[in-house]
């Protein structure tokens, strides 16, 4: 019997983090850490004490930024800013592709795209004096770095020259000091905002290729494979013929009966071999088909996410029957006992509403892991030392504290019951526990699983058990009268 227990109010709220918000904990913990910040930022402001006008030129930057929206508006603006409030000469550098600076800006002439070529200043992650001129270093969003086009050094994307620089005091260089602090984070973004620009861009001509290149040439195989499968059925046609003209084959003599023998047992092998073979080819081809279409979906890549295609879906016939003949011989190749729980026999056509392909893909990654994980079960338990995957479903009236009539899908593998620190990263992208270490994986799947089973309303998760692991989900079931 499968063996389970309700998820735990920790669990739900661990689950249930989808792309509308963050569980309740973290989202208290993040309002704590804004409003430490807020607090230390007053402090610092206080300790600046920039003046009117020192404050009001930072104001019009940050709204005039917002207001022009052009690449070059922003940098030109950067540079004319220091002149307009502070009679400053100012010229802007940014690193190109190839990790040196480049001139890109000055007060006086805006941003030519040719004309002018000024020797770049040396590199340096500290402000610093050189003549009459101030040079800053222009910095990066630190947590975004590796998101953009180039590659900085130390975080520098750029340099700011603030001339003359004689007559700055103190106080005056570090309001430039955070003047090209923020212009850094704004440039930043902006250089994002492009990049993102042109991967969409590249993504939408991308899903047009994956159409015209891969999605229709892949509906021709159906074809391929019926014409497969029909000179397989040739050979089993020839057999017969084979069968009734030699049906008399040796009667008076032994050693012709014997070779006619042979040869029909011959010929029912290899069609038997042949047709086996070709039913497991197909299968695989119909998922892979599945999977192919489902995640190359053009809504996919115009949304930016996931976008799940709901119809009332047979769990059994439609999801977990297909997926479970895909990796039956995995699992038993390798020794494992594959079993049904109870609630296949107590509920026969488990209905939810559902994405096929996705969840047939959520269902893949629960047999792939087991045929990965699957280990003897522990001393202990009921079954100790037996390598066994028991799947079930039940239907249910509440998922946590949700009343939502939902089916409840679990499969369980047997082995040692995962430490809590291991449990509780399960579901985070990348992670792989110890017992990873001699398969191959990513630690996606389960980060997927978690995506995707949130996208349908549902919840994923994870129980240990006596005899080994268990991992469930819950789908909503179709409203009553919806059309199946």
Avoid at 259 to 272: A, H, R, Y
């Amino acid at each position: 019997m499968t063996e389970k227990t309700a998820p735990t109010a920790d669990i739900l709220l661990q689950e249930t983090e989808g792309p509308e918000g963050i569980d309740p904990r973290e989202a208290r913990k993040r309002v704590e850490f804004l409003s430490r910040r807020i607090h230390e930022k007053i402090d610092d402001y206080e300790e600046y004490q920039f003046s009117k006008q020192e404050s009001r030129a930072l104001n019009i930057f940050f709204d005039l930024a917002q207001e022009n929206t052009g690449k070059h508006d922003l940098l030109a603006l950067s540079v004319v800013v220091p002149k307009v409030f502070f009679d400053k000469d100012t010229d802007l550098y940014l690193l190109n592709a190839d990790g040196e600076l480049e001139w890109r800006c000055c007060s006086d002439a805006g941003c030519p795209a040719s004309g002018i070529a000024l020797e770049p200043p040396a590199f340096s992650a500290e402000p610093r004096l050189e003549g009459n001129s101030y040079l800053l270093p222009i910095k990066g969003n630190h947590e975004l770095i590796s998101q953009l086009p180039i590659k900085p050094r130390r975080d520098v994307i750029g340099m700011l020259v603030v001339r003359p620089a004689s007559d700055l005091n103190e106080h005056q260089r570090l309001f430039f000091e955070k003047y090209a602090n923020r212009i850094g984070y704004r440039i930043h973004n902006r250089l994002i905002s492009q990049k993102n620009k042109e991967h969409l861009e590249f993504i939408r001509n991308l899903v047009d290729d994956i159409g015209h290149n891969v999605i229709v040439p892949n509906m021709y195989f159906k074809l391929y494979y019926k014409r497969l499968e029909s000179k397989i059925n040739i050979l089993r046609d020839i057999a017969k013929q084979f069968q009734r003209f030699t049906s008399d084959c040796g009667m008076d003599d032994p050693k012709r009966a014997e070779v006619c023998n042979s040869l029909k047992q011959e010929m029912d092998f290899t069609f038997q071999s042949l047709m086996d073979q070709y039913q497991e080819i197909h299968r695989h081809y119909e998922q892979t088909s599945l999977f192919l279409e489902t995640l190359l979906r053009r809504s996919h890549f115009e949304k930016g996410h996931y976008v799940v295609d709901l119809k009332p879906v047979n769990l059994h016939a439609q999801v977990v029957k297909p997926q479970l003949e895909r990796y039956r011989g995995r699992l038993e190749d390798r020794g494992v006992r594959i079993e049904a729980g109870p609630g296949t026999e107590s509920v026969r056509d488990p209905m939810v509403l559902a994405d096929v392909g996705l969840i047939s893909q959520v269902v893949a990654n629960f047999f792939s892991n087991a045929a990965k994980y699957t280990r003897p079960a522990p001393r202990g338990a009921d079954r100790p030392g037996e390598s066994f995957v028991i799947y079930d479903w039940d239907e249910v009236e509440r998922v946590g504290d949700r009343e939502m009539p939902a089916v409840r899908f679990s499969v369980l593998t047997s082995g040692e019951p995962l430490a809590d620190e291991e449990a509780g990263q399960l579901f985070t992208d990348g992670f792989r526990g110890r017992n990873a270490s001699q398969e191959y994986g990513t630690g996606h799947g389960l980060s997927f699983v978690r995506e995707v089973v949130g996208l349908h309303r549902g919840v994923a998760g994870y129980e240990p058990a006596p005899s080994g692991n268990l991992f469930f989900f819950y789908l909503p079931q179709p409203d009553e009268g919806e059309p199946v």
